[in-house]
């Protein structure tokens, strides 16, 4: 499996895994796969100017995972905030969600970021264990999911700088 920077240019790559991961696992991401089916090729390519994403690649050219890295609005212009990661169902537990996060790290550290933070919804346990174990701390700071209010989300944080 390859991790690996994607441009504009492969934003047909993206948009399967992205697609994909909101049809087989859409409780854990705040969009929709039927919103996400009427973006054009503009707005995938926006996507990718404006942020930077990963997609684990495997021998046959298949995006087995993705994340995206953003300077979060309202937040500090040291941290770097974890978007969108997620690792196929088939690619889980082969260290590709480690090697994502990685890739974030490095990025992050090369940008002179202190921190990279994200948001993971309470009941996903498995994305939890897997952010506690890569070193980001739980905050305690939590709010309602806004497609879900009844749902709640928890910040996390790692130091990187």
Same mark, same amino acid.
């Given at each position: $499996?390859?991790?690996?920077?994607?441009?504009?240019?492969?934003?047909?790559?993206?948009?399967? #895994?992205? !697609?994909?991961? !909101?049809?087989? =696992?859409?409780?854990?991401?705040?969009?929709?796969?039927?919103?996400?089916?009427?973006?054009?090729?503009?707005? @995938?390519? $926006?996507? %990718?100017?404006?942020?930077?994403?990963?997609?684990?690649?495997?021998?046959? *050219?298949?995006?087995? *995972?993705?994340?995206? $890295?953003? %300077?979060?609005? *309202?937040?500090?212009?040291? =941290?770097?905030?974890?978007?969108? /990661?997620?690792?196929?169902?088939?690619?889980?537990?082969?260290?590709?969600? @480690? +090697? !994502?996060?990685? +890739?974030?790290?490095?990025? +992050?550290?090369?940008?002179?970021?202190?921190? #990279?933070? !994200?948001?993971?919804?309470? =009941?996903?346990?498995?994305?939890?264990?897997?952010?506690?174990?890569?070193?980001?701390?739980?905050?305690?700071?939590?709010?309602? /999911?806004?497609?879900?209010?009844?749902?709640?989300?928890?910040? %996390?944080? /790692?130091?990187?700088?």
């Amino acid at each position: $499996m390859q991790i690996r920077r994607v441009d504009e240019d492969e934003w047909r790559l993206v948009a399967d #895994v992205r !697609l994909r991961a !909101l049809r087989e =696992d859409p409780e854990v991401f705040g969009s929709s796969t039927e919103r996400e089916l009427r973006f054009t090729e503009r707005h @995938w390519r $926006m996507r %990718l100017r404006s942020s930077a994403t990963w997609v684990a690649v495997d021998d046959d *050219g298949v995006g087995r *995972g993705t994340v995206t $890295m953003i %300077l979060e609005p *309202g937040s500090p212009e040291d =941290d770097r905030h974890v978007v969108g /990661l997620w690792v196929a169902p088939e690619a889980r537990r082969q260290g590709v969600g @480690w +090697a !994502l996060l990685d +890739a974030v790290r490095a990025a +992050a550290r090369a940008e002179g970021a202190r921190t #990279v933070s !994200l948001w993971v919804v309470d =009941d996903n346990h498995a994305a939890g264990d897997l952010y506690v174990r890569a070193g980001f701390t739980r905050t305690g700071e939590r709010h309602a /999911l806004q497609r879900h209010p009844e749902r709640t989300e928890e910040r %996390l944080v /790692l130091e990187v700088g």
